[in-house]
């Protein structure tokens, strides 16, 4: 569709209320006006227009309410009111092409190499589990696959009010939980006090803290949030990350590490794994199989699904998952980078796609435990490590072509992605890499290996089996430091072992993926407050400046002052190397054609699988 500009004179209508949003969004996506201009529009409407007809409320027709910006903070503190669910699904159907379902039922199987950690959505702390608790569970409001903003999802719509701190979240009438039991502001507070508790396993504790001054149940489908002063990404780091729970199921339980135990999380006791999304839990066998079911009842009937049954199968060698993707025995699989050209080939009913994410690779380091791990304390050691390490060669050869060096930390899709703006660029040096180990007093020994005050510099890196790029990536690491005097001593586990040991700090190196959000926001991982288990701060690192400039990030509600500051955030990171940045990397899967309506892309992976549908098993 060829991008277009908004018509002056339907902007004009909009500004001034002679048209409401939801009129406006319905004309300008029958203009051909793609969903990215229909939302710049609307974020850009003067803080003062209101709609020309704003009586609906959740007392009224759920879901018939008008909205304005989806999810963007507006720079003056004017009150305003958020895209609907309605308008953002209209939005969906203008941005993708939908098939009409030609058959329903059938399943849909996933491939992975590495098992889910849990079935709770407050305790997740990796993607593959998100994969399910994202379609079992609701949050009140969720990222875009348009574009990453935020937009509604178990709330109909918010307002922000005058004093810019206030969100006012109104839920849906018709939500219900799986057992049949009403969705109600209850059971979001209880979620929020679940999240912020004293002794909570959720890794979100920390961002969710920073932000959020208080919360309560207006009634019983509306919910307000005070925020600690106007923010910009206040949404994005409260309400956004925080999956909503039954309070029903999940009251009689502590606070504390029983949770993660707990058969709910588990998915031992399949009556507690209770959401209420399109999907319902049916079994778990930990290590081999997760499958969810179609929920017949969904409260939003656009998102029913048409298929009967989702089934994450884990496959931990990563060969045998792509051969079974390859044969036709799973549907969908990550394609490792080297084998994009051959598993296309191999299949004429297989789709290979790939496309730039907010991911990227790096390895993390305990920088404040010198007795377990002495040898990353020091600034100028972690920089030699980068230097020593040719990651240009690293991203043509492993990744084939399918990722980038990393020059600082905002990966291709954040809005403060600038790599022109870095003030160092490690590029591929061992010469300075051994000046600087030189200078820090680590010396090689007889055997090549440098050595400082009787200690050797040896130490284990975790990574997690089954990840078909780090069979080249880790010896290729471990030859780099090598070749200037370190060693590395590589020990391949199950990603839910490996998560465990860094989130207890049981480790000295670990290699890791992580992905983040569009806005920049990179403080969870290095913000000082952001240790685990409040954040994923798994290497100890901590700076003032930083957090410093932290804080005044969230505050800057200016956009462009705001990116200023989060690059030079990413300049403060990237000079102490808290973690070694590998690549930026690109999403690579394999979809059999048998599979419609299935559209991952960088901003959200299952987003989709409510509209999906199979072609029946011939």
Not at 56 to 74: L, Y
Not at 362 to 377: A, N
Not at 434 to 444: E, S
Not at 581 to 598: E, K, L
Request: hydrophobic residues 40%.
């Amino acid at each position: 569709m060829t991008e277009q500009r908004p018509d002056r004179e339907l902007i004009a209508a909009l500004w001034s209320a002679r048209i409401d949003r939801r009129t406006f969004v319905a004309r300008a996506s029958a203009a051909g006006l793609s969903a990215a201009a229909v939302m710049a529009a609307l974020r850009a409407m003067p803080a003062g227009a209101q709609d020309a007809t704003p009586g609906a409320t959740p007392a009224g027709t759920p879901g018939a309410t008008p909205g304005a910006t989806p999810g963007a903070s507006p720079i003056a503190m004017e009150p305003f009111t958020s895209i609907t669910r309605d308008e953002h699904l209209a939005l969906l159907r203008s941005t993708f092409t939908f098939e009409e379902p030609a058959s329903p039922g059938g399943q849909i199987i996933l491939g992975l190499t590495s098992d889910i950690s849990t079935l709770n959505p407050i305790l997740g702390t990796d993607v593959y589990s998100a994969y399910i608790t994202g379609m079992v569970f609701n949050q009140l409001a969720v990222a875009s696959p348009i574009d990453g903003n935020i937009v509604p999802d178990l709330a109909d719509y918010w307002e922000r009010a005058a004093d810019g701190i206030t969100y006012t979240f109104y839920l849906n009438r018709n939500a219900t939980w799986h057992d049949g039991v009403p969705v109600t502001a209850a059971d979001v507070v209880f979620s929020f006090d679940a999240t912020l508790a004293e002794g909570s396993l959720s890794p979100r504790r920390s961002s969710v803290a920073l932000v959020l001054e208080s919360y309560q149940a207006i009634d019983d489908y509306t919910v307000q949030f005070v925020s600690k002063g106007p923010i910009s990404i206040f949404i994005e780091k409260s309400v956004a990350l925080v999956g909503i729970v039954p309070k029903h199921i999940w009251e009689g339980l502590p606070f504390d590490e029983s949770w993660g135990t707990d058969g709910g999380a588990t998915g031992a006791d399949p009556a507690r794994v209770i959401g209420s999304g399109p999907f319902m839990f049916t079994e778990r066998e930990a290590g081999s199989y997760v499958t969810i079911s179609r929920n017949p009842n969904y409260w939003v009937p656009e998102l029913v699904p048409t298929i009967d049954s989702f089934t994450i199968q884990v496959t931990p060698e990563a060969s045998a998952n792509i051969q079974a993707l390859t044969t036709g025995q799973i549907d969908i699989a990550e394609v490792p980078f080297g084998q994009a050209d051959t598993v296309a080939a191999a299949n004429p009913q297989l789709v290979v796609a790939a496309y730039p994410t907010t991911n990227f690779n790096y390895y993390t380091c305990l920088l404040d435990d010198t007795e377990r791990s002495p040898f990353f304390t020091e600034i100028p050691v972690r920089q030699a490590m980068m230097w020593a390490l040719d990651r240009d060669l690293i991203a043509e050869s492993v990744y084939q072509g399918y990722a980038t060096r990393a020059d600082g930390t905002q990966p291709e899709l954040s809005i403060a992605y600038a790599p022109d703006r870095i003030e160092t660029i490690y590029l591929y040096n061992p010469e300075m890499a051994n000046q600087l180990l030189d200078g820090a007093g680590w010396v090689r020994g007889e055997d090549g290996i440098r050595a400082k005050d009787g200690v050797r510099f040896s130490f284990e890196c975790l990574f997690s089996q089954g990840y078909a790029a780090y069979e080249q990536q880790i010896p290729a690491m471990q030859q780099y430091w090598a070749d200037v005097g370190i060693e590395m001593n590589p020990v391949a586990i199950p990603f839910p072992t490996l998560l465990e040991r860094v989130l207890s700090g049981d480790m000295q190196m670990t290699v890791l993926g992580f992905s983040w959000d569009v806005n920049g926001d990179q403080g969870d991982m290095f913000r000082s407050t952001a240790i685990p288990n409040a954040g994923f701060n798994t290497g100890h690192y901590s700076n003032a400046r930083y957090d410093e400039l932290d804080a005044a990030q969230f505050a800057e509600l200016d956009p462009e002052a705001r990116i200023d500051i989060l690059i030079e955030q990413s300049n403060i990171v990237n000079n102490e190397q808290a973690v070694g940045i590998m690549v930026f990397d690109q999403f690579i899967n394999g979809i059999q054609t048998r599979v419609h309506n299935f559209l991952p892309n960088g901003y959200a992976f299952i987003w989709s699988l409510p509209y999906a549908w199979v072609d029946p098993v011939a």
